[in-house]
């Protein structure tokens, strides 16, 4: 065959590939029918879910409230099929006086943290865990040891963290500034307790706590328990009650989140902040929502409160890729 013949042949090849693909992509280069669309975006949720190196960060000073907070963190990891990782922060005011006590505080934090390692792996199914020490500010060195993770869990006596008063009243705004969603262990609560709850708020970032606590219901088993009450304005002024709409708006987006969902609805005479509280008394766990930054948004002074006066677990999310990807919460 000639070559000018191939070149020719070669290009009414090309030129009707590229019509075709033209073609089936439509006018303006993506997907032509709805069903591929829906395929493509079903697929890159999927994507997005299936995450291979999710991790939990735990902060640990082998204190109670810190052991209980790894007991916690190693129990929702084997069920998730996901890691560990135990973080041990050295305090960076108590170095620099002498090399002989920086000397003597590393080694002390490396024995803590390698007998809290034992421990960990002795227990019956647990997963990978792996532990480290860093030095910093405690709050700042644990959120920045959490940049990459899914979760940050910090046991926490009920006026202060485990390491007392170097969170000071810092534990509210770790919580905001984290990067990831951050669950909060008190040192002793019921083992027994039933029932995610959440606030029936769907402004402010509280839609994302409600998915977040309609997955968690599901993969659990257990019910969802939606909480409206007061705000504490509305609560002062006693302005138009907007509890019934608010609970109806929040149970309609649960079930859209997954129609399997099993809810459970209450009206509270009470401010939002003790409506949780009395709430987290016999809930497994207590999901709440990251401040926004709305004038009128009082989830950080409801969030304060709540910690303030913890007895159950509880769990501080936002726009996470937690939240994102469903890979901390589970699909069932």
Same mark, same amino acid.
């Given at each position: 065959? #000639?070559?000018?013949?191939?070149?020719?042949?070669?290009?009414?090849?090309?030129?009707?590939?590229? $019509? &075709?693909?033209?073609?089936?992509?439509? #006018?303006?280069?993506? #997907?032509? /029918?709805?069903?591929?669309?829906?395929?493509?975006?079903?697929?890159?949720?999927?994507?997005?879910?299936?995450?291979?190196?999710?991790? *939990?960060?735990?902060?640990?000073?082998?204190?109670?409230?810190?052991?209980?907070?790894?007991?916690?963190?190693?129990?929702? !990891?084997?069920?998730?099929?996901?890691?560990?990782? &135990?973080?041990?922060?050295?305090?960076?005011?108590?170095?620099?006086?002498?090399?002989?006590?920086?000397?003597?505080?590393?080694?002390?934090?490396?024995?803590?943290?390698? !007998?809290?390692? /034992?421990?960990?792996?002795? =227990?019956?199914?647990?997963?990978?865990?792996?532990?480290?020490?860093?030095?910093? =500010?405690?709050?700042?060195?644990?959120?920045?040891?959490?940049?990459?993770?899914?979760?940050?869990?910090?046991?926490?006596?009920?006026?202060?963290?485990?390491?007392?008063?170097?969170?000071?009243?810092?534990?509210?705004? =770790?919580?905001?500034?984290?990067?990831?969603?951050?669950?909060?262990?008190?040192?002793?609560?019921?083992? /027994?307790?039933?029932?995610?709850?959440? @606030?029936?708020?769907?402004?402010?970032?509280? =839609?994302?706590?409600?998915?977040?606590?309609?997955?968690?219901?599901?993969?659990?088993?257990?019910?969802?328990?939606?909480?409206?009450?007061?705000?504490?304005?509305?609560?002062?002024?006693?302005?138009?009650?907007?509890?019934? $709409?608010?609970?109806?708006?929040?149970?309609?987006? @649960?079930?859209?989140?997954?129609?399997? %969902?099993?809810?459970? /609805?209450? *009206?509270?005479?009470?401010?939002?902040?003790?409506?949780?509280?009395?709430?987290?008394?016999?809930?497994?766990?207590? %999901? &709440?929502?990251?401040?926004?930054?709305?004038?009128?948004?009082?989830?950080?002074?409801?969030?304060?409160?709540?910690?303030?006066? *913890?007895?159950?677990?509880?769990?501080?999310?936002?726009?996470?890729?937690?939240? @994102?990807?469903?890979?901390?919460?589970?699909? #069932?």
């Amino acid at each position: 065959m #000639p070559l000018e013949s191939f070149a020719l042949g070669q290009v009414f090849v090309c030129s009707v590939f590229y $019509v &075709l693909q033209a073609y089936r992509e439509g #006018p303006s280069g993506g #997907p032509k /029918t709805l069903r591929q669309r829906a395929a493509r975006a079903h697929a890159r949720r999927e994507r997005r879910r299936v995450r291979v190196s999710a991790t *939990i960060v735990v902060g640990t000073d082998a204190s109670g409230p810190s052991r209980a907070a790894s007991d916690w963190a190693i129990a929702r !990891a084997a069920s998730l099929d996901t890691s560990v990782e &135990l973080v041990h922060v050295i305090d960076e005011r108590w170095l620099g006086l002498q090399d002989a006590q920086d000397s003597e505080v590393r080694d002390h934090a490396a024995a803590l943290l390698a !007998a809290e390692l /034992t421990r960990i792996r002795m =227990l019956p199914s647990a997963p990978v865990v792996t532990g480290r020490v860093v030095i910093g =500010l405690p709050s700042k060195a644990l959120m920045d040891a959490s940049v990459d993770a899914d979760l940050l869990v910090i046991g926490t006596h009920k006026t202060g963290f485990t390491y007392g008063r170097a969170f000071g009243s810092k534990f509210a705004s =770790l919580a905001s500034q984290s990067r990831c969603a951050v669950a909060f262990l008190p040192e002793i609560f019921g083992r /027994t307790r039933r029932g995610v709850a959440v @606030a029936a708020d769907t402004l402010n970032g509280g =839609l994302h706590a409600i998915e977040f606590a309609t997955a968690e219901a599901v993969r659990t088993g257990q019910d969802l328990a939606i909480i409206a009450a007061w705000e504490s304005e509305s609560f002062n002024r006693r302005r138009s009650d907007g509890r019934a $709409v608010s609970l109806a708006t929040a149970t309609t987006a @649960a079930r859209n989140f997954d129609a399997r %969902v099993s809810v459970r /609805t209450r *009206i509270s005479d009470s401010v939002m902040s003790d409506a949780l509280i009395t709430a987290s008394t016999t809930a497994s766990v207590l %999901v &709440l929502a990251k401040p926004g930054t709305a004038p009128d948004d009082q989830t950080l002074a409801t969030n304060h409160d709540v910690l303030a006066n *913890i007895s159950s677990p509880v769990i501080i999310v936002g726009v996470t890729r937690a939240v @994102a990807s469903g890979s901390l919460v589970g699909r #069932p």
